[in-house]
């Protein structure tokens, strides 16, 4: 059973940092793995923050890029959000997402959610 533990969220004030950690279980981060961070303020759908793939290649959403930083250690199956400069409009619910590509499907994993608030 595959299981992804995050942690690392909480309250913290404009301009601060904090760092999300997702840990997964039940798999192994192969090449055919690619992980993401999503989130999800109040009222809102659940957008994209950041992926990563094995070989570190990674992607940004507009609104955190040269703010946030993904990183992966794949000995430790874990990945890692760096969020620096944080701003109000940060607050959301975060979660960790792994997508295992095989050659007949992709399977699809989520964390539980960590929250993160940020006041002004």
């Known amino acids: 059973q595959v299981q992804l533990a995050e942690s690392g969220g909480g309250a913290v004030q404009a301009g601060g940092s904090l760092r999300l950690s997702c840990v997964a279980s039940?798999?192994?981060?192969?090449?055919?793995?690619?992980m993401t961070w999503y989130r999800q303020a109040p009222g809102k759908q659940r957008e994209f923050v950041a992926n990563i793939y094995h070989s570190g290649t990674t992607t940004y959403s507009e609104d955190v890029k040269g703010r946030f930083t993904i990183s992966r250690d794949n000995a430790a199956n874990a990945v890692y959000l760096q969020m620096n400069v944080l701003k109000p409009e940060d607050t959301a619910v975060y979660y960790c997402?792994?997508?295992?590509?095989?050659?007949?499907?992709?399977?699809?994993?989520w964390g539980q959610g960590s929250q993160v608030t940020v006041s002004s």
């Open positions: 997402n792994a997508r295992e590509i095989l050659r007949d499907k992709t399977n699809t994993y």
């Open positions: 039940g798999i192994t981060f192969s090449r055919n793995i690619v």
